[in-house]
């Protein structure tokens, strides 16, 4: 006797096979043997016929108070965004549902309304699209560190190219902006060139507001796309199927290379990084079943041609600040004070601090492009001439070099004056008014008047002299070459003490 599946009931499909077989004139007793059944179940299903069969098959379970509810009404509120479980709840109120689960209400909604997932296949061509993604949960990943032999856990980065399904790990100690930036760059440096679009997340190191049709893209990541030539693409919040090649990938990926991550200890994250690309390498070169080849072999035969060239300049990282213009054409950046153009002083721009540059934007376009103060400067001031209105651009150019040159023209002895005004001083700027005053000299009388006076001012050992008293000379019209240093004595003076140290002709009248 055949073994049979006694105590189930048979389902219509089977039913069918049996009176498939009977039809075909196969005995009682090989039906049940093909069938793997017991001859009485066999008989009773024969016996019944075509209608009695169908009758026989089991039918949907539906609980009695399930009656008593009206589904059209709880599928019309779902279907408006109420939850069920507030639609159970009123229905318990209201229907006398008080002693039925949410389980039960639940379970009997769905028999009434399944809920059968419908997906679609996406198809991409060759380098259109590039996925980028974090792993949500990676337990084991990450490194020893060599001085206190603590484990540090890391983040398990992934991109994918859907046409080819080839991936790029790389682990991170976070999942900020600046890693996830340098490991997408990362990525298309595996890759050798860049895609055409690339499919993100809605976290906040890329979308600054999301939105399901008109989302905020950060700025920075904009700034690096726009650096490489690729479009940013911000799928729809919470639906990870827009995105369900990685997604894939980096399941995929993990639970293949877990078991080689903990059999290899790492102890720093550039080791790790190194021997995830090894894994990468072995996991792209395994033979697909469903394709008959590889990853690495779909890749390199159809679209490593089809990807847009890297760019030149590997692309800079940097943080993005709001300053606003002070009113001496500067943003305060740390604590030093870049120029904008003077036009939008009171305004607030848009600051880019990168390693070597600090930028400023307004409404999206570039304004001011400085090198960066060193990072222990302070109080320092970069700033570039054309930002600055005609006024201030005339009293930039008021530099202690500028009137030495200038005295230089006059003559030797102006000249001289300027210089020791300028190098003597305790700052070049001290007397820097001073010596503008006196060169102005020149358009209320002549060259040739500066010069004699300054000239006369330097025979007799006034090197530093005010403006006044250049003045004064020109004034006087004293002739450099009868100017003579006067001799100064001193007169006898009881009332000073050694008075007798002041001649030696006194001294010797002394003695």
Request: hydrophobic share 40%; glycine share 8%; aromatic share 8%.
């Amino acid at each position: 006797m055949a073994k049979g599946r006694t105590g189930s009931a048979k389902g219509p499909r089977m039913i069918q096979e049996i009176l498939r077989l009977k039809a075909l004139g196969l005995s009682k007793r090989k039906i049940a043997k093909a069938l793997d059944c017991s001859r009485n179940t066999v008989d009773k299903y024969l016996a019944e016929g075509s209608a009695g069969a169908a009758a026989a098959a089991p039918a949907d379970y539906r609980a009695p108070w399930s009656e008593a509810v009206d589904w059209p009404k709880v599928h019309a509120a779902t279907l408006k965004g109420a939850p069920l479980a507030e639609v159970w709840e009123a229905a318990a109120a209201t229907e006398g549902l008080a002693g039925v689960p949410y389980v039960s209400f639940w379970r009997e909604y769905r028999r009434r309304y399944p809920n059968v997932p419908l997906d679609l296949h996406k198809v991409h061509p060759p380098g259109e699209r590039c996925e980028v993604d974090y792993k949500g949960d990676s337990p084991g990943l990450g490194y020893v560190d060599r001085r206190t032999r603590e484990f540090v856990p890391c983040r398990l980065f992934g991109a994918v190219l859907p046409f080819s399904q080839i991936f790029f790990p790389r682990a991170t100690l976070t999942e900020k902006q600046g890693d996830l930036l340098r490991s997408l760059a990362e990525a298309y440096s595996y890759f050798g060139g860049v895609s055409l679009t690339t499919a993100v997340d809605n976290a906040k190191a890329l979308v600054s507001r999301a939105h399901r049709y008109d989302p905020d893209l950060n700025k920075e990541f904009a700034h690096f796309a726009e650096h490489h030539g690729t479009a940013p693409l911000a799928m729809r919040p919470r639906k990870p199927k827009d995105k369900n090649f990685i997604e894939n990938a980096l399941g995929v990926f993990w639970r293949w290379a877990r078991r080689r991550l903990r059999d290899r200890p790492c102890y720093s994250l550039g080791e790790l990084n190194d021997f995830l690309r090894e894994l990468a390498d072995i996991f792209n070169g395994r033979v697909q079943r469903k394709y008959g080849c590889s990853r690495r072999q779909k890749f390199d035969g159809g679209e490593r041609a089809t990807l847009l060239p890297l760019p030149v300049v590997a692309y800079t990282f940097g943080e993005w600040r709001t300053a606003k213009v002070h009113p001496d054409c500067h943003v305060q950046v740390g604590k030093n004070f870049y120029s904008v153009p003077y036009q939008l002083r009171g305004k607030d721009v848009e600051v880019r601090v990168s390693s070597g540059l600090v930028e400023a934007f307004s409404k999206l376009e570039c304004v001011a492009r400085h090198l960066r103060a060193h990072a222990n400067a302070q109080g320092r001031y970069v700033t570039s001439d054309v930002h600055l209105p005609e006024a201030h651009r005339a009293l930039r150019e008021a530099t202690p070099q500028m009137a030495v040159s200038e005295a230089a023209a006059v003559g030797p002895a102006t000249e001289t004056v300027v210089r020791e005004l300028v190098e003597k001083a305790r700052h070049p700027l001290m007397y820097l008014r001073r010596v503008q005053g006196i060169l102005r000299l020149v358009k209320r009388y002549s060259a040739a008047d500066l010069e004699s006076a300054c000239e006369t001012l330097v025979k007799v050992g006034v090197t530093m002299p005010r403006l006044s008293d250049v003045e004064a000379v020109i004034k006087s019209n004293i002739d450099p070459r009868s100017a003579a240093v006067i001799p100064m004595r001193r007169g006898p003076n009881p009332f000073l003490r050694g008075q007798e140290t002041w001649s030696q002709s006194d001294q010797g009248g002394k003695k």
